[in-house]
């Protein structure tokens, strides 16, 4: 069965560095064609995808925060990590990783962790 | 948003509701639609424009014509009530884009 699970801090100061992991179980990202995305949703509003890493460590980043993003992969752990600098109120939401399967192009995400809050205030 | 869908769809138990996704990309590339019901992550619900996931009810399908996908739930049930995303990929580097999210009421 395939799970993912999302962890980190709830409340992050603004300008501070936001880390979150993403435990998966049931895949590894050493498998060939295995991704990871991490997607957010501010309160109230749409989807937002911000990074998405690869079997082989690529790394694909969202044109407007790529910036400020990094993703990479621990796969002894089968754990994926995420960081954003510079924290704003304004990046305040849930934060979830997904699977998808790279066949033939990009494919849907087919598994999402259950999601982590983040609230940036002071 | 690339991807353009309407913010609200109002069906009554037992018809049908269409949901559209309109984007240039959408000529060229799949689409998929996923489900979210409030304080829950999202669910796929249909991938590369037509195909259900093993899991999903045959009430929904999907298709595709041009620039403009749709998401299409028969037999609508109150449990379909939801926040339906269709997303597609913006090119080979940007491989996931979301439409602003259509919300599905039952009468």
């Known amino acids: 069965q395939v799970t993912l699970r999302e962890s980190g801090p709830a409340l992050v100061k603004p300008t501070q560095t936001l880390t979150l992991t993403c435990t998966l179980s049931?895949?590894?990202?050493?498998?060939?064609?295995?991704?990871v995305s991490w997607i957010r949703q501010p309160p109230g509003r749409a989807l937002e995808w911000l990074a998405l890493i690869d079997w082989d460590n690529n790394k694909y980043y969202s044109t407007s925060l790529k910036t400020r993003l990094t993703v990479s992969k621990d796969t002894s752990k089968n754990q994926v990590v995420l960081t954003m600098t510079n924290m704003d109120p304004v990046d305040t939401g849930t934060y979830y990783c997904?699977?998808?399967?790279?066949?033939?192009?990009?494919?849907?995400?087919?598994?999402w962790g259950q999601g982590t809050l983040v609230t940036v205030s002071s | 948003y690339d991807l353009t869908q309407p913010p609200s769809v109002s069906v009554s138990p037992g018809q049908t509701a269409r949901i559209t996704c309109s984007g240039d990309?959408?000529?060229?590339?799949?689409a998929y639609w996923y489900q979210q019901k409030p304080g829950l992550a999202p669910v796929l619900v249909i991938y590369?424009?037509?195909k259900r996931p093993s899991g999903i009810s045959g009430r929904f399908s999907g298709s595709s014509s041009g620039t403009t996908v749709t998401l299409t739930i028969s037999g609508v049930q109150a449990e379909d009530e939801a926040d339906y995303y269709c997303q597609s990929a913006d090119s080979s580097a940007t491989p996931y884009v979301f439409g602003a999210g259509t919300t599905v009421t039952v009468l």
């Open positions: 997904a699977r998808t399967v790279y066949s033939g192009g990009w494919n849907g995400l087919d598994s």
């Open positions: 049931g895949f590894s990202l050493n498998t060939r064609e295995m991704c």
């Open positions: 990309s959408l000529s060229k590339r799949y």
């Open positions: 590369k424009d037509n």
